[in-house]
């Protein structure tokens, strides 16, 4: 069992900067592969971003490229979510999500366990 809680989301002008934290507890975390998803009111959860048990391998979505960047302590059990250059649609509740694998997956049925979210607003 892994429980994942996040942190760091709030309220931001857009062109602004946040970076979103995930700590883990309970089983070993350097052996599961990490990701990034969001959602939107009225739409349906995406893959924002994912990351390899080492760190050595990560993943974006088209829309984020260039702007966020995932990556992962695991000395803390702690993996991040730095987003840069944001705008009015990133505006969503995120979550963190661990995998019971090793390497990143794209799809939300790929991981097992989640955490309970927090709302990132970027105004205009």
């Known amino acids: 069992q892994v429980q994942l809680v996040e942190s760091g989301g709030g309220l931001v002008q857009a062109g602004g900067s946040l970076r979103l934290s995930c700590a883990a507890s309970?089983?070993?975390?350097?052996?599961?592969?990490m990701g990034w998803f969001r959602q939107a009111p009225g739409r349906e959860r995406e893959f924002v971003a994912g990351i390899a048990w080492s760190g050595l391998s990560t993943y974006y979505t088209d829309y984020v490229k260039g702007r966020f960047t995932i990556s992962r302590d695991n000395a803390k059990n702690t993996m991040y979510l730095q987003m840069n250059s944001l705008k009015p649609e990133d505006t969503a509740v995120y979550y963190c999500a661990a995998r019971i694998a090793a390497e990143w997956a794209t799809w939300a049925g790929a991981y097992a366990y989640w955490g309970q979210g927090t709302q990132v607003t970027v105004s205009s």
């Open positions: 309970g089983r070993t975390f350097s052996s599961n592969a």
